[in-house]
């Protein structure tokens, strides 16, 4: 049998451990599988675009599981009161290929996709930074703030989107967690003014400049979230090449393809975050740094929420065992399933 999880069981699931106790726990079972990149059989994701946005798979084995997920980014969705992103995902025995888990992923990407920025300004951020400026507040904007604000400490957050709708909606969700000073900017210089991290999270499937050269000061992180598919970023590509830069990447023959990066020759110097997290190679320089986490979310990302899923369900006992595949008596007579003999 398959385990089957839905949103009902998803929300169940959370809130064993809470919003933050979940991204707490997520963050070390995604870093535990970055320490063990080597592990994995990699490939870009297979990406089918329309004019309108992307429906992407994203596969990844070890020698014990195999996951996917499927997901789309339709950011004209929002016009007509849809989700921009959706997703739901599978977890397989590499061993025999038998399906283990079937979950829901749309909630789970959000809460993977803050737990995987949190990694990465964990590892790149300067130690004393206190304040995020978030630009774009929408759907993954609160699941930003509450995995920051758990894990690396930060407590003031400048928040900015061109809908001032987008904003009121985290003020009425967080807005009353007096550990959160959230304060509503004008502006993306205003949000900028005081942040040691910059999360840019909009949704828009075009060469966008949502940062230039000029507003960036030295040492600060910033966490590129938006720019995740051909034709479709959100920084200058000045602030990439600006000598304090160094840029960050999950799997570069990806990240060449969809992220911030693909704006620069294909010989531009970046860093894998995994090799930063074993020890392998320099995160920050030193306090005038700016770092730069191009963010575009990578399979092992997403395998590694599979395994959390379903470790949880096995443990609080939530979702329910589903028949995915046959299991005809004699496995070579398949037919029988359909047709009893005469
Ligand atoms: P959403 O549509 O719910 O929210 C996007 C917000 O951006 C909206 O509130 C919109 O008004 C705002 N926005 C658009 N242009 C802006 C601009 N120029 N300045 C300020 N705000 C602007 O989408 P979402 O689910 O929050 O996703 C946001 C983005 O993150 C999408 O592009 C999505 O593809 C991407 N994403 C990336 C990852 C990853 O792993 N890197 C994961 C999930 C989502």
Redesign the pocket.
Known sequence: MTQFIDINDMQKLVSHLGVAGFIRELLSYIEHDFQRWEKFDKSPRVANHSEVGVIELMPTSDEALYGFKY?N?H?G??LHNQ???MSFGALAETATGYPLLLSEFTLA??L??AA??VLAAKYLARQDSKSMAI???????EFQIIGFNEILNITNFYL????TQ?TEKVLRNLGHYPYLNLHVCSS?DDALKHADIITT????KAY?T?LTTGQIQAGVHINA?????PG?TELDANILTTELAEVFVEYIPQTRIEGEIQQLPADFQVTELWQVINGQATGRKDKNTITIFD????AI?DFSTLRLIYDLAQKYHVGSNIALVPTPENPRDLYRLLVQPE
Request: proline share 2%; charged share 15%.
């Open positions: 997901v980014g950011p969705n929002a989700l921009t992103v990407t959000a993977r996709t995987t920025s630009i774009g507040n929408g759907a993954q904007c900015y989107d061109i809908d987008a993306v999270v909009t949704a828009d966008a949502i979230v938006g720019g995740d598919c479709k963010s575009v979310g990578f990302e």
